[in-house]
C-alpha cells in the first residue's frame, strides 16, 4: 500500500538523516584517528556502516510500497573533535536527534493509520535505544578514565576487538 505524499516526504528526510549520521560518524573517526586511537576509529567507521544500512533499510520501505526514495542536502559534518570526550559527546548527541527524528516519524505514521510502517518504525526505536545506551556507556567510560593515556589505550584496545552490533545479522525488517 503506497503511503501518503507527507509521509513519503517524512521518510526522505529520515534517510537523508541516517545518511547524514555516517557522515557524522565517519568525521568523527577521522578525528580519534588523528589522536591515534586506531581501534575507536575502527568503531566509528563501523557505526558509520551501518547508518548507512539504516539508510538502506528505509529506501527498501518506501520502494517495496511502490513510492518514491530521495537523498536530500547534505552539509559536511560540523563536528570538532577536541577530545575523546567531545567525540563520544557529539556522537551521542546524533544518536539522540536521530531517535527524535524517528520517534516524530513514527508519531507521523501513527497519526496517518499508516499501519504498514509500524514494524519497520518499531524495530527503529528498540535500535536506537540500543545505539544510544552504547555511546553513552562508552562516554561514561571515558569519563571515567578522565583523560587518563593509559586508560584511553586500554579502551581503544578493547574497541578495536569489541563485537559491535550490526544490523545486518538482526531479524528486524529487511
Known amino acids: 500500500m503506497k503511503m501518503s505524499a507527507s509521509l513519503e516526504k517524512a521518510f526522505n528526510a529520515q534517510i537523508t538523516l541516517e545518511f547524514e549520521a555516517s557522515l557524522t560518524y565517519r568525521q568523527l573517526a577521522i578525528e580519534v584517528d588523528d589522536m591515534d586511537l586506531p581501534g575507536m576509529a575502527a568503531w566509528l567507521r563501523h557505526q558509520a556502516d551501518e547508518e548507512i544500512v539504516h539508510a538502506n533499510k528505509f529506501i527498501d520501505h518506501l520502494s517495496d510500497r511502490g513510492n518514491h526514495a530521495a537523498i536530500g542536502s547534505i552539509a559536511a559534518p560540523k563536528v570538532k573533535g577536541g577530545s575523546v570526550q567531545a567525540v563520544f559527546e557529539a556522537a551521542l548527541a546524533h544518536e539522540q536527534k536521530v531517535s527524535e527524528s524517528i520517534r516524530e516519524l513514527y508519531r507521523s505514521a501513527e497519526?496517518?493509520?499508516?499501519?504498514?510502517?509500524?514494524?519497520?518504525?518499531?524495530?527503529?526505536?528498540?535500535?536506537?535505544?540500543?545505539?544510544?545506551?552504547?555511546?553513552?556507556?562508552?562516554?561514561?567510560?571515558?569519563?571515567?578514565i578522565d583523560n587518563d593515556g593509559p586508560g584511553l589505550l586500554r579502551l581503544d584496545d578493547e574497541m578495536a576487538t569489541r563485537p559491535v552490533a550490526t544490523t545486518e545479522n538482526t531479524s528486524g525488517p529487511a
Do not use: C, H, M, Y
Not at 116 to 135: A, G
Open 111 to 144: 497519526k496517518e493509520g499508516d499501519l504498514d510502517s509500524r514494524p519497520l518504525l518499531s524495530w527503529f526505536l528498540s535500535e536506537q535505544v540500543e545505539e544510544e545506551s552504547t555511546v553513552d556507556e562508552i562516554l561514561g567510560r571515558i569519563k571515567l
